[in-house]
Each structure stands twice: as C-alpha cells, then as structure tokens.
C-alpha cells in the first residue's frame, strides 16, 4: 500500500513539474495571451482595420487642427477702441462715467487737435445778458458742452454747441440737442483749431462692452474707432 502511495506522489509531482516548465502546453491551453497569439497563422502581418484606425486619426486631425488656433489666440494683441474727440467738460463727464459704471476697465486719455469746419450753434442773442440767460436754460436740459461767442464776428453772444468735421456729424448733434428739448440750433461753416481729448480703452467685452455702449448714449456724437 504504502509503495503505492509513493509512485502516486512521485507522478502527481513529475506532473506538476512539467506544467510549470510548459511541457504539457500543446495539450491545454487557457485561452488567454500571448498563447493564443502565438498560435495564429503569420501574427507578424496583423494590422488595424480602418474602423480601428479611423478614431485614433480623427483625434490626432483635431490636435493638429487646435494647435495653430490655440497658439494664435495666445499672440493675437489685446483690442484697443478710442473713443473721442471730447471737449474738456464732455471729457470729465465721460471719464466720470467710465469710473462708476466700469471700475476695473484701464483706459488712457489722450490730447488731440482736431481742425474742423462745422459748427453747431445758436444765432446771436444780441446782448451778453439775453446769451446768459440762454446759456443758464441750456445749462437746466443737462448740456454741458457749449460757450457764449464773445468775439466781433456776426455771431458775437450767440452759443456755440459743438465743433465737428463733418456736415454729417454736425446734423447729428442738431438732431440730438432737439431731442434734449433745445431748438434752434443750426449748422455753420467755421474753421477752428481746438484742444480736444481721446480716450483709449481696452477688452471691452461682455458686460464691459454693454457699460460702454450705454454710457456712449449720452455722447452720441462722439466716434468710436480703432485705437490709432
């Protein structure tokens, strides 16, 4: 019995010795890899089908394609918008505005000259009395952007409203000073040289964008241009 035991031992351990050394692999297999590859025909020529292949391209088409986008978002120069030319009273007002509506925006004021051609005024009152007088009833509808003509022209102690330009520009402020509750106003031909004030902004996006926009309605005859 016992030497029975012995040659049952002794074969069960020859067994498992074969199996660790692989001996027994032609005649069981667990299906997994590498066997299962190793016993295919020509694994060398194994290669990816075009529904295989087509994702990983897609995704390496649009890496490439994000790239030059990303890069050119990265060096493309911030947008500046000037926004002028103002008098020296408009120019207080508007920078007033800028600060409380638009605390973070950065801006830069700028001293222009401006020659223009057409001016907005109202005819002579006749006297500096009656101009005065005039100029307080302009001063109560909010307009702060005018002078009495105080020289030996035709137009002495009329008020002056604006220089501007273009004709263009100079009907816009008619229309806009009626709007206001001032008539009379007209458009004349007139040379002048004067110191006038540009402001430059920066990133006016999004809600920024939306501030500016509702400030420039009260200066609506003001140009918004790139920054020069």
């Not at 002794?10 to 190793?38: V, W």
Request: charged letters at 25%.
């Amino acid at each position: 019995m016992l030497k029975i035991i012995f040659w049952l031992l002794l074969l069960a351990n020859a067994a498992l010795f074969a199996m660790q050394k692989g001996y027994l692999g032609a005649l069981y297999s667990d299906g997994r890899e590498p066997a299962r590859i190793g016993r295919q025909l020509q694994p060398d020529k194994i290669r990816m089908t075009a529904a295989e292949s087509a994702p990983a391209a897609a995704t390496s088409l649009a890496s490439a394609a994000l790239a030059p986008a990303t890069a050119a978002a990265d060096l493309a120069p911030a947008a500046c918008t000037e926004v002028g030319n103002f008098s020296a009273a408009e120019a207080r007002r508007f920078s007033s505005q800028l600060a409380e509506r638009m605390p973070a925006i950065k801006f830069v004021r700028r001293e222009t000259q401006e020659v223009a051609s057409h001016m907005v005024y109202l005819p002579s009152l006749g006297s500096k009395e009656a101009a005065d007088a005039k100029a307080d009833e302009v001063r109560r509808l909010g307009i702060s952007d005018f002078f009495v003509i105080q020289d030996s022209s035709p137009l002495r102690y009329g008020i002056s409203l604006g220089i501007f330009k273009t004709d263009e520009a100079a009907q816009k402020q008619v229309a806009g000073l009626a709007k206001r509750g001032l008539s009379g106003a007209k458009v004349g031909t007139r040379s002048v040289s004067s110191s006038k004030v540009a402001f430059q902004l920066r990133d006016l996006g999004g809600d920024n964008r939306l501030a500016f926009d509702k400030i420039k309605l009260d200066f609506p005859a003001q140009e918004v241009r790139s920054c020069p």
